[in-house]
């Protein structure tokens, strides 16, 4: 739901609701269950949250930066899980809330990494692991 000033009105996406007051109390709804989702590392309600995935991704990331990182782009995770050897054909299909889940894992089994916030180690990754040279192009 956004204002918008060249309309005059409050705009919204229709599969949120009939009116503009309908659709913000859908979106209040999903954003809590959301975030209650999240706090439980629920990925099944995470995934089926409505609420756009990259949008998900960064309200998790600033609610709960201990469980989850903030690198969204597909083509950036795909990238992080096959130079870390993590990434299963399985999981290189699943959606991205799983793909964060293993990175995370992976920091936090590390000897190294374990002690490393969730920020730090996206700053690693993208200091010490430049993009991947197929996916630079669609980035």
């Keep these: 739901v956004w204002y918008s000033p060249t309309k005059n009105q409050y705009c919204f996406q229709p599969r949120f609701g009939d009116n503009y007051k309908d659709a913000f109390e859908t979106l209040r709804r999903f954003l809590l269950d959301l975030l209650r989702a999240g706090e439980k590392e629920d990925y099944v309600a995470i995934e089926r949250n409505p609420i756009n995935s990259l949008v998900k991704g960064k309200i998790l990331a600033v609610y709960y930066p201990d469980k989850y990182m903030n690198v969204y782009a597909t083509a950036h995770l795909d990238h992080y899980l096959e130079t870390f050897g993590l990434a299963s054909s399985r999981l290189l299909k699943c959606n991205v ?43």
């Design 97 to 139: 809330i799983y793909k964060r889940a293993a990175l995370v894992k992976f920091k936090n089994e590390d000897k190294d990494m374990k002690d490393w916030s969730n920020y730090v180690f996206s700053i690693f990754l993208w200091s010490h692991y430049p993009k991947d040279p197929r996916y630079s192009s669609a980035l």
